[in-house]
């Protein structure tokens, strides 16, 4: 029989769409029981999942542009890489402003409004297009549960 050995893209998503967050709201809980629970979602959700999540993303997409597009958008061809490592570009930049949340608090709903949105949209594309592989059903998944997340800790702020 073949055992299941997960991939490190799989073990990063789950990490920071799910874990780590968690058990930062459950430290944070732990140590600040009087603090209320939305707020706190927000601030490590948007850390861990549209902060380290993106920043991980945006320096593969720069750096090795052909596992984006090769494993999840199943495109093969030199031609698409400029455009997967301007993906990549974008989503330093978004996941900067999502780690950069920790310092500047304020920054939270700005960043669960641009996050939510991005992999809302994303998570949307990948069920009209229908995934065509495990790393794409796992993308789509994720992103639709960050959306849905980040789109409840903004409704009850």
Known sequence: MTRYKPSLYFI???????????????IERSNHTA????PLIGKWFVFWAVGVRLV???????????????????ISG?????????????????????????????WTAIMAIVGGLYFGIAGV????????????????VSD????????LYLFYL
Do not use: D, Y
């Open 12 to 26: 990063n998503v789950v990490s920071t769409m799910l874990v780590l967050p968690v058990v930062a709201i459950l």
């Open 35 to 38: 603090v209320p629970l939305w």
């Open 56 to 74: 991980i993303a945006g320096l593969r997409q720069v750096t090795k542009p052909s596992f984006t597009a090769n494993e999840i958008f199943h």
């Open 78 to 106: 030199v031609e698409s890489l400029p455009i997967v490592r301007e993906l990549g570009f974008s989503n330093l930049c978004v996941g900067t402003g999502g780690i950069l949340s920790l310092l500047k608090p304020e």
């Open 125 to 140: 594309q990948h069920v009209i297009k229908k995934p065509a592989s495990v790393n794409e059903g796992i993308a789509m």
């Open 144 to 151: 639709l549960w960050i959306f849905i997340v980040l789109g």
